[in-house]
């Protein structure tokens, strides 16, 4: 079974959501992303999202879009992060090897590739599935069964902007879980977030027996306690990315430690256990 799919199986049967944290590959270098990824899973993350650096962004905000910037500035290659991922999983824990990991990637860089060569390697290096921003839902159908075929899932995404004619034929042609898009926009932390939020994920539900996870905007134990009841799971990008740019100059032990922490209160909250 799909590391993705027992996660979620696992976790509705325990009546729990997932905590799903972002991380940009190779900011500030490759050796610290494998630290901070093995922490963040040690400190109870569920899956692991990694972004792949793209030149030009396709729905990141600043904090992100610099991040990227940064790795390929440092001469990051996607060749560089998968035998990253594959020492990762051969060096791993059990738990760590229990743990989903998924890139969010352009199909810019899928394309110049080769799909077929990109999935091979991805699945070669413990990749569970992808997150393409850029391939609309009408194109995706050759992806999704090139994917399917080495028991990688295509994560879609839908927007509170996406009709809802669209919305299904997205959810019906997703794999895994769905991402959700929780505002109009780019990725950013944010104070607040639309109060029909709830209510659109509620419709979505009725349409799909997958998974439901949202992003964008989620910064801190507020947001996590408002979608906790309407999410399968959450996920946090930003509000990582920036405790690691702010911090390029301090110890990286120290800093990873201090994001895992972020990271630890926030699953505790999603649990119900953290204040």
């Not at 990694?50 to 940064?70: F, K, L, N, Q, T």
């Not at 919305?167 to 794999?175: G, Q």
């Not at 990725?187 to 998974?211: F, K, Y």
Request: net charge neutral.
């Amino acid at each position: 079974m799909n590391r993705i799919d027992a996660l979620f199986a696992r976790l509705r049967n325990e009546k729990r959501r997932a905590l799903m944290p972002f991380v940009t590959a190779g900011d500030p270098d490759l050796p610290t992303t494998a630290m901070l990824i093995g922490e963040l899973v040690s400190r109870g993350a569920h899956l692991i999202e990694v972004g792949i650096p793209y030149s030009d962004p396709i729905a990141d905000g600043p904090v992100i879009a610099a991040s990227y910037h940064r790795a390929l500035q440092h001469g990051v290659k996607v060749g560089h992060i998968f035998q990253t991922l594959r020492t990762l999983r051969a060096e791993g824990s059990p738990r760590f090897n229990e743990t989903p990991i998924v890139s969010m990637v352009s199909y810019s860089i899928i394309h110049r590739i080769g799909a077929e060569r990109y999935l091979n390697d991805a699945g070669t290096a413990g990749l569970d599935g992808l997150i393409v921003p850029d391939l609309p839902v009408e194109e995706s159908r050759a992806l999704m069964e090139k994917a399917t075929r080495r028991n990688l899932k295509l994560i879609q995404l839908i927007t509170p902007t996406t009709p809802r004619d669209r919305a299904v034929e997205i959810a019906r042609s997703t794999t895994g879980f769905i991402y959700y898009v929780s505002v109009a926009g780019i990725t950013g932390e944010r104070q607040s977030l639309p109060p029909d939020l709830g209510d659109a994920v509620a419709w979505l539900r009725t349409q799909t027996d997958l998974p439901i996870c949202i992003g964008f905007g989620i910064s801190g134990p507020d947001q996590v306690r408002q979608l906790a009841p309407v999410a399968d799971g959450l996920i946090v990008g930003s509000a990582i990315v920036r405790r690691l740019s702010e911090a390029i100059n301090r110890p990286r032990v120290e800093v990873v430690r201090e994001i895992g922490q972020f990271v630890g209160e926030l699953v505790k909250v999603l649990d119900g256990t953290g204040s």
